[in-house]
């Protein structure tokens, strides 16, 4: 009896409760559902385990300095998410937050090179190289998106589908709207 009485007081707590507060949740009107490409990107980040390392939420500034980091201009709030199936909110931050990204750096060919080879850029860097995302070519064809890594190398490196799609998630990724308001708010007003 004690049993069930736990396993239906977590179902409460844990299920029922938070989804009953989050069904009103609207998007902010700036908010737009990822395009196919950014979806495609956003299954790339997944597949090559980009949330072991990285966050998508700017913490409360009662609680942390993400703000003041430059991670943001305001902490993350639930219509963020709206359309994050699953979310990616992350299990660690050993590298920079990814909340805001696209706003903080928006230059594609930065963040190709970057994943091509990260010290290049960023020289403390301990992300891992993703050079299979990319190829190399004798000539590129003229619609390839080719990137110079620094060193003398015969032929080309190319983005590959799946790097331009990783790169067009991650520019997507622009959280830089008002917070919405929250349901509390709207009612004060």
Partial sequence: MG????????????????????????????????T??????????????????????????????????GMGNRPSVPADYVYDQPHLLGTMRTGPDLFNVGSRLPDKKWHLLHLYQPRSLVP????????????????????????EPGQAEAGAIVATEDAKALVAYLLALKHDYAMPNTKKEAADE
């Fill in 36 to 69: 196919a490409q950014e979806m495609r990107g956003r299954q790339v980040y997944i597949e090559n385990g980009c949330i072991y390392c990285h966050t998508q939420q700017v913490r409360d500034t009662n609680f942390t300095q993400d703000v003041a980091k």
């Fill in 124 to 147: 403390w860097s301990i992300m891992p190289a993703f050079p299979f995302l990319f190829e190399h070519k004798d000539t590129p064809a003229p619609d390839d998106v080719v990137i």
């Fill in 3 to 34: 049993a069930l009485a736990t396993v239906i007081f977590a179902l409460m707590v844990l299920v029922i409760l938070p989804k009953s507060m989050l069904s009103g949740v609207q998007p902010p009107a700036e908010l737009k559902p990822l």
